[in-house]
């Protein structure tokens, strides 16, 4: 009896962490001519462009530093993004808790201005990781103990304060005789101390540290082994006497106070006082982050340079072309959905089968 | 205050602008209901609509012509759903995941495709165009007060307000609706009846998309006339949260539209009056409310039991 083959397409139970790396370089290949296709349409020559990226986020000592400031707070907000997105509690109020935090440190600052110097910088970045806690804690609790949505939460809640931080800076919190939405400049003893005598703050330095932190947490622990058994198959976890509602809010918590203490090191490393629009979007730009860092804190420290990188390199790229540097807006979002379709593809593989007859 | 509060051309701007706003949140939310009940999460609305609003207005502005500018935002929107469809339905990746994904694309192309056309726009020199005005129904708007809330819109209102009946129809007084129906609460029912469930969900995603394209032309072609980065404001995540809150039931989601329509109206009715209170709480009041309505829509029994889950045939 003569054999036939067909070839059947199934999808792989797991792809592995070769084919996970391949896909993200495939996905960055395809972005990146994607992109160049958008640079030509608009009238430039992508090799230029990228090349004055590059230049802009790593050309010189200066560069490198400018670009390790940036990835700080979207390293952090992605960090604090992939701890409730492992346990599948899809918390997208980053932005919101990262105002959260700002907003706790500038409440120290302009209530309790005096305070023995040596506790300043500590007292003040816990009261970003409280402010954070707290507005990570609003949609936990409401998600925990009934069920409420926790998407729609935390997007309303991010609208909630941001209005709430323009009242206070266009109210009492406002510099007097300011036009602009603007506290007072901190003290110079808030300020965050500096790397190697350059303009990198320490900020960069707690980021890093937590990405470990944050593995250790995640693959080291009880708790974390929690998080991703729930984020696996939450019925079998409950079945198994995890405590769900207990999780939901610890992961939240977690989340919310990385958030927070986003925001204090990005006031107390950089703008030195609570400015409307300080976070540039830090919060949002943590879920692609996470995504992109395929929710590993490691990866999550890559995508974030990554980005750090793009953005800074967007100011030299606007400066040499007439490509505006919403491009790099654009390439962050298209980077993550051809990651997408790339990981897609590589879940199935075409085997050949016999038949029988 | 009080008397200005109760004058009848005040009550008629909010009870007016109730319609209107919810015109908009109407859209995003009956598009959304027909994603949902084929047993899909859209979370993209947000995007869809904005990419909409874009689309409308720059197709309106260069041409003139702000028909042909809803044409384009429905055809928008449905761009934007087909990106969301192929990841999601297609290749099933975690519709969440999707839904997030498309969102941050779709907010990034639009501020790079506005940027590059309109390179030196600031915060003074905004490009705008005249929207559309007001379609009177003959005789009916001569009704005093009735006349001026209910039959003095914009025809995009209109037209959302019947799209309510044609969905209530659809769905529960046709084959294809039961189906559809049938298919957010057991896939594998339908599928065993030969339905295509992966095509069928499909084009829920489109029809999600046209819908929320409409709704985000409504923004800039009715209400406003001109496109400014996250115009939306949120609307799209009010209705996703307005299917929930109108327990996945066309003439509750209605209602739940108009009274959001009549939060956003009363909320910029009351700033122009220069009330004595912060402005902030009143555009706050939108999204406090909405986290409000979530709760309460918290044991709702409307929503479909497979919904957010991929169908993998076995």
Known sequence: MAKRYSYRIEKRKDIGIFLNILSIIVALVVSLIIASGIIIFAGEDPKNVFMAILKGAFGSQRAVIDTLIKSTPILLTGLATIVPFRAKIWNIGQ???????????????LYFPQMPAALYIPVLLLASVIGGTLWGYIPGILKARYNVNEIIVTV????????????????????PGSYYYNTIKFPDSSALPFLFDTRLHTGFLIALLL???IYFLLW????????????NNPTASRYKGINTQRLIIIVMLISGAICGLAGGIELLGIHHKLIYGFSSGAGFTGILIALLGRLHPFGVVLAAIFFGALRNGSVAMQIYSNVSSELVTLMMGLIIIVLLFSEAVFKYRIRRVENVD | MLTEFLQVGFLISIFAGAVRMGTIILFGALGELITERSGVLNLSVEGMMLSGALAGFLVAYFTDSLWLGVICAALAGMLISIIF???AVVFQIDQTVSGLSVNIFAAGLTFYVYRTIFPDVGTENIPNLVPFSVIKIPVLSEI?????VLFSHYALSYIALIM???IAFYLYRTKSGLILRTMGENPRAVDMKGVNVTLTRFLAVLFGGLMAGLGGSFITLCSSGLFVADITAGRGWLAIAIVIFGDWKPGRILLASLFFGFVDALQ?????????????????MPYILTTVAVFIGRKRSGQPISLGEPYVRE
């Open chain 2, 268 to 284: 910029m009715q009351v700033q122009a009056l220069g009330v004595q209170l912060p402005f902030q709480l009143f555009l706050a």
């Open chain 2, 164 to 166: 309510v009946g044609l």
């Open chain 2, 144 to 148: 005093p007060f009735v006349g001026d």
């Open chain 1, 156 to 175: 309303m809640l991010n609208y909630v304060i941001l209005y709430l931080c323009t009242f206070l800076l266009n109210g009492p919190w406002q510099e």
């Open chain 2, 85 to 87: 469809g192929l990841l």
């Open chain 1, 95 to 109: 932005e919101g808790q990262v105002y959260a935090g700002a907003m706790g440190v500038t409440f120290i600052i």
């Open chain 1, 211 to 213: 990405s470990f932190v």
């Open chain 1, 220 to 231: 080291k622990t009880k708790l974390g082994f929690e998080i991703r058994a729930m984020g």
